[in-house]
């Protein structure tokens, strides 16, 4: 292994060191208390050390979103992969692949929402930014190709495979956000999966023609 390889894999170790750090500080304190200093000391470095990685707070908690958005692509992907599915089957893999997305980190899945509708955006390094949009488009954009499936062979209803996809994607994370909050003022109130599990129902059945829809 040459010197600039061994630097660069000392670079990428400590900026990993640095994300799982602020991941425990934003979990314990939230967002909006959460320090740089509260994550170099989580991580045992310096403020300064952090600054040579990130920004500011802002970009780390961006760059947590990463994650959650290449596991969507990969998990969409692989869902368009499966040609022997049906588009009815296909869209059935994909509720499938939102609650995988959902478990597997759900309190960086409700930050990222929270990130996407907020200000924090503004204070992004280009690149950062570039990678987040760059993610979204391209698992939108796979999201939109099993509903242009549906619509091309007759089994879903006529209207734009991106409009169904966003709109798919605007049920996912309202109903996380919504039931979130309710949670927030109320720990006994989790019905997130079951309120997922009927939104999810509705658009299935809205979004099929009605002689593939089950009677």
């Known amino acids: 292994m040459g010197i600039q390889e061994r630097k660069e894999r000392e670079k990428e170790r400590r900026r990993q060191q640095i994300i799982v750090a602020a991941k425990r ?3 314990e304190k939230g967002f909006n208390k959460s ?3 509260d994550i170099a000391s989580e991580a045992e470095l310096s ?3 952090l600054y040579l990685y990130f920004k500011n707070k802002e970009e780390l908690y961006a760059s947590l979103s990463l994650r959650i958005l290449q596991y969507l692509h990969i998990r969409v992907e692989h869902v368009n992969k499966e040609t022997e599915l049906s588009p009815e089957q296909k869209l059935e893999k994909l509720i499938e692949a ?3 997305v959902y ?4 309190l960086i899945i409700i930050n990222m929402f929270h990130l996407q509708s907020s200000e924090t955006l503004k204070n992004l390094s ?3 930014m570039t990678q987040i949009e760059e993610l979204s488009r391209k698992s939108i954009g796979a999201i939109s190709n099993i509903f242009r499936e549906g619509v091309v062979k007759g089994v879903f209803i006529e209207k734009h495979p991106v409009a169904l996809s966003d709109i798919f994607w605007s049920l996912f994370s309202g109903v996380i956000l919504w039931e979130a909050s309710k949670k927030i003022m109320n720990e006994d109130k989790d019905y997130l999966k079951k309120t997922l599990a009927i939104a999810f129902e509705i658009f299935s059945q ?6 593939f829809s089950s009677k």
């Not at 809205?206 to 002689?211: A, R």
């Open 126 to 128: 280009p690149r950062l």
């Open 206 to 211: 809205g979004v099929k023609i009605e002689k």
């Open 47 to 49: 403020p300064g050390t």
């Open 25 to 27: 500080v934003f979990s």
């Open 103 to 106: 478990d597997f980190d759900p």
């Open 35 to 37: 320090t740089m200093e």
């Open 98 to 100: 939102m609650y995988d």
